[in-house]
């Protein structure tokens, strides 16, 4: 699989670059699935209501106040009829991603994923007890976006949320 020709940086972006993983991750998608061709960063942000406050979709007023929240990628999927699963047994994983990459949501460790906010990352492989990843907050020049990571930290730090697109 040749990654470079898919990946897109949150911080190659111009628009809330510090906040943007779940645009930047769901672009990866997109144009993995050569789908919405023409959609910019920008509009699809805007499409993700990613400045919508979270306590409007129905989160606490002390989470992110811009993000990209699972409700947000449910709707967008829906409004533009795109095939989609969110749910994945631990058995799945592997042949899920022979087909296509899945965005998923990590936490919990601060220096992979931030601090006290969750992060949007992209699984595009998996070899017996490793995760192959591709991370929207390093820039597409530095080649730094590959990483792997141990299917137990995968465990450890996986909210339970995830998004795939079927084609």
């Known amino acids: 699989m040749e990654f470079h020709n898919f990946f897109i940086s949150q911080n190659d972006q111009n628009y ?3 906040a ?12 993995f699935n050569r789908i919405m061709d023409n959609i910019t960063f920008n509009e699809l942000a805007e499409e993700l ?6 306590k409007k979709k129905g989160y606490d007023e002390d ?34 991603l022979k087909r296509a990459p899945i965005m998923v949501l990590m936490t919990g460790n601060e220096e992979e994923f931030g601090l006290r906010n969750s992060h949007w990352v992209v699984l595009v492989q998996r070899d017996k007890d490793f995760f192959t990843y591709l991370d929207p907050w390093h820039k597409k020049e530095t080649n730094n976006y590959i990483k792997h990571m141990s299917s137990v930290d995968f465990h450890r730090y996986y909210t339970g949320i995830a998004c795939q697109i079927l084609t």
């Open 63 to 96: 989470d992110q106040a811009i993000g990209t929240y699972p409700e947000d990628l449910v709707r967008f999927f829906v409004l533009n009829n795109i095939a989609f699963r969110m749910s994945f047994y631990d058995d799945e994983w592997k042949d899920s």
């Open 20 to 31: 943007t993983c779940g645009v930047a991750s769901l672009s990866m998608l997109l144009k």
């Open 49 to 54: 209501k990613l400045t919508v406050p979270p």
């Open 16 to 18: 809330y670059p510090e």
